[in-house]
């Protein structure tokens, strides 16, 4: 797998522009990240600039824009912060829309398990949940997955629901499911 290195361009919405190496894989995954924090999108791009196999298509820093944009051109996976996520779902009909055309694996990537609804936002269809602690490797590893249809959501995220479980609003057979979940060494992925 040859890689080039080129320096990629980012302008932001003041006119001021950032560019840094990237490495880009001829087969590589491409993914939109969605954040309205600047800093937050650069950190992700410099994250999956480590990685052959993926690489970053576009940065948002609005879901309004980012749902706006032709189906076509979405990227097959993207990463999203909790408000964006939120603002699309507001968007509801263009959302679904959005789906249909061009089935976009979404990744919630939350900084504190409180910031997002994990049962809620998979209910919805995201395929993927991460914390803005994840480590390239398993950003690359989500990305992976998701963009081949599973589900992955970070091991913490797992243990930090199954801690805030209020047993009696759970039944016997989503405990049994939590408990297999938190007992595992790894992330949960739904084809496993």
């Known amino acids: ?97 959005m789906r249909c055309k061009s089935p976009v694996a979404i990744i919630i990537v939350a900084p504190a398990f409180g910031d997002l609804d994990a049962h809620e936002a998979l209910e919805r269809g995201v395929k993927g949940l991460l914390l803005h602690s994840v480590v390239p490797i398993e950003l690359g590893a989500a990305i992976r997955r998701v963009s081949q249809g599973s589900r992955y959501v970070m091991h913490s995220i797992v243990m930090s629901v199954n801690e805030h479980i209020d047993g009696s609003s759970v039944t016997a057979e989503e405990r049994q499911t939590l408990s297999q979940l938190s007992d595992r060494d790894g992330p949960y992925d739904e084809a496993e």
């Open 1 to 97: 797998m040859s890689t080039a290195r080129f320096a990629r361009r980012v302008e932001h919405s003041d006119g001021s522009h950032v560019a840094f190496p990237v490495r880009k894989a001829s087969s590589s995954i491409c993914v939109d990240v969605v954040h309205e924090c600047m800093v937050i999108r650069c950190g992700f791009a410099t994250m999956l600039s480590q990685l052959a196999d993926v690489s970053v298509a576009r940065e948002f820093e609005s879901a309004a824009v980012y749902v706006d944009l032709p189906a076509a051109c979405h990227a097959p996976v993207a990463l999203v912060s909790p408000k964006s996520y939120v603002d699309m779902v507001k968007g509801g009909t263009r959302l679904s829309l």
